[in-house]
């Protein structure tokens, strides 16, 4: 029997949802296991008997403090203090522009296949005069996949940038962000920081913040790490929560040196290191959501989860081609993240008739996207197969 199959059984009250969907939106919404419930069962409780004694560090401040450890541990950062708890990758990013000065606007360089959030708070803070955006598009083309380069992408980070904020996987297709190292090291040697959106890729591909050497990271558990919305993050690398000069006004009571002193002192003293980054009261609820998903994620080891969705990617395509169905094969499929592109002219109309077929899917821009993941058997992606080859013509 193999790990998959062993694990599975974790899963049985969202695998018993319905027993005709083959579900192949794992890229999207990450399904929970059954730990899941019991685990917000323990905080409803904890907070119907206890109230305020719920605040320990064997109750709620525990279960945050086991949320940022597993973080930290997914991007391989030395403490947990550097992980800042946030509802959304967007509070992240947020954070890092506020601790920018506003003596004039900041240049900040990304690509024009950040995700709609990210991409949006960009356009919100140039709109509001208080960023200048440069956006690199795609400029190279793999059969129907609009592809960056490293080249472009160096070319636009100038000894005027201030921030550079990258996708690790873009969310659209999928593709793996060639040479991020070298662009990081580029942007640093020029003065810049650096932002890694490394929500679409976490928990199925290999993450290494320190490696990276990226200055902030941000991500979520909606995805494969199988922690639902709103349970989500922001990396600080060490010399950044050292950096006392830096510091965001995104800010609260938990960033506050003695947070339950409930003294005023002149000056917004904060702790020192990650700490100061904190907010106000957490979203302790996110993070009795996440452990559990985030648990089976370092259980099993995201270097294997990596190699066997990477085997149902191989087996679903095969099985598509067989049937004629014109999906997109990757020259080199390690430069591509967990899910198979499926060109179709209205995607959106196939996904409807898919849905209607029992395949749950999505799509972005000119594509269905198709996530194997190890909850699903080889079986289900040839089944999968068979009933897109029914409605391939749309």
Not at 6 to 29: G, K, M, T
Not at 170 to 184: E, K, R
Not at 242 to 249: C, E, G, M, N, V
Request: glycine letters at 8%; aromatic letters at 10%.
């Amino acid at each position: 029997m193999s790990w998959a199959d062993q694990i599975r059984p974790r899963f049985s009250r969202v695998l018993a949802r319905d027993e005709n969907e083959i579900y192949l939106a794992n890229h999207s919404l990450g399904r929970l296991p059954d730990v899941a419930f019991e685990n917000l069962s323990r905080f409803t409780e904890s907070w119907a008997t206890q109230l305020d004694s719920a605040w320990s560090e064997d109750g709620w401040l525990g279960e945050m403090a086991e949320f940022r450890e597993q973080i930290a541990d997914l991007l391989s950062l030395p403490e947990p203090d550097l992980i800042v708890a946030k509802t959304s990758a967007g509070q992240g990013l947020r954070a890092v522009l506020n601790s920018f000065s506003w003596d004039r606007p900041i240049r900040v360089v990304a690509t024009a296949g950040e995700f709609d959030s990210v991409d949006f708070i960009l356009r919100a803070y140039r709109d509001a005069g208080r960023a200048e955006l440069h956006f690199v598009e795609a400029s190279e083309n793999e059969g129907p996949v609009a592809l960056f380069t490293h080249e472009a992408i160096q070319s636009e980070i100038t000894s005027g940038t201030d921030l550079v904020v990258l996708s690790a996987v873009t969310f659209g297709t999928g593709q793996v962000l060639p040479g991020l190292s070298d662009l990081i090291a580029h942007a640093h040697s020029l003065g810049a920081l650096v932002v890694i959106d490394a929500y679409h890729g976490l928990g199925v591909l290999p993450f290494n913040q320190m490696e990276l050497d990226a200055d902030f990271v941000i991500g979520g558990c909606y995805k494969y790490l199988r922690g639902g919305p709103g349970a989500c993050f922001l990396g600080l690398h060490p010399r950044v929560a050292a950096d006392d000069s830096k510091r965001t006004l995104d800010t609260g009571w938990f960033a506050k040196r003695d947070t339950f002193s409930y003294e005023r002192p002149e000056h917004a003293e904060r702790w020192p290191g990650g700490q100061g980054w904190q907010e106000s009261t957490p979203p302790v609820i996110t993070a009795y959501q996440a452990n559990p998903g985030l648990a089976i994620t370092r259980e099993v080891g995201v270097g294997q989860i990596r190699a066997h969705n990477l085997t149902l990617q191989r087996h679903l395509r095969e099985a598509l081609r067989t049937r004629n169905v014109g999906v997109f094969e990757p020259a080199d499929e390690n430069r591509f993240g967990a899910f198979v592109l499926l060109p179709a002219t209205i995607p959106n109309a196939l996904c409807s008739v898919l849905k209607a077929e029992g395949v749950n899917a999505d799509a972005r821009g000119s594509f269905v996207r198709l996530g194997p993941d190890f909850l699903n058997t080889f079986a289900q992606l040839t089944e999968a197969a068979e009933r897109i080859a029914r409605v391939q013509s749309i």
